[in-house]
């Protein structure tokens, strides 16, 4: 961990990777350094904006070691994944013309690039003819 000055009421702190941001940020949410008003966190970085007169520079930095040492790097911020559909219906009158445009890009791709082996086309795999 490593901690950066920016500007004179700001700190970036530096660290491992996204879990060990994130553990601090939830760390320092759930235990408030006084003095510090915002918390902005990156993939790597946290930048930490404070009060110079609530809090001394070296007394952030220990005080962000602590709760950094104490933190959960192994809890997830992810939500559960789920799939969304999304219906979508076109009736434009240049839908024939797009239709059109895009089986001649088609056509010419597949000209233009050689077959893999053991590749095969089919229609149905196309995602444009499921509709």
Same mark, same amino acid.
Request: proline share 8%; glycine share 4%.
């Given at each position: 961990?490593?901690?950066?000055?920016?500007?004179?009421?700001?700190?970036?702190?530096?660290?491992?990777?996204?879990?060990?941001?994130?553990?601090? !940020?939830?760390?320092?949410?759930?235990?408030?350094?006084?003095?510090?008003?915002?918390?902005?966190?990156?993939?790597?970085?946290?930048?930490?904006? !404070?009060?110079?007169?609530?809090?001394?520079?070296?007394?952030?930095?220990?005080?962000?070691?602590?709760?950094?040492?104490?933190?959960?790097?192994?809890?997830?911020?992810?939500?559960?994944?789920?799939?969304?559909?999304?219906?979508?219906? !076109?009736?434009?009158?240049?839908?024939?013309?797009?239709?059109?445009?895009?089986? +001649?890009?088609?056509?010419?791709? +597949?000209?233009?690039?050689?077959?893999?082996?053991?590749?095969?086309?089919?229609?149905?795999?196309?995602?444009? +003819?499921?509709?």
């Amino acid at each position: 961990m490593r901690f950066l000055p920016a500007g004179d009421a700001a700190l970036l702190v530096e660290l491992a990777d996204l879990a060990h941001t994130l553990a601090l !940020y939830r760390a320092v949410q759930a235990r408030p350094v006084a003095g510090v008003h915002e918390l902005i966190p990156a993939a790597r970085t946290l930048l930490v904006h !404070y009060h110079p007169h609530a809090i001394a520079r070296a007394a952030l930095v220990a005080a962000l070691r602590e709760r950094a040492d104490g933190a959960d790097v192994g809890q997830s911020d992810a939500a559960p994944a789920r799939v969304v559909h999304i219906p979508v219906h !076109y009736r434009g009158e240049d839908l024939a013309d797009v239709a059109r445009l895009m089986a +001649s890009r088609r056509r010419k791709s +597949s000209r233009a690039t050689p077959p893999c082996p053991g590749r095969r086309r089919s229609r149905a795999s196309h995602p444009a +003819s499921s509709t």
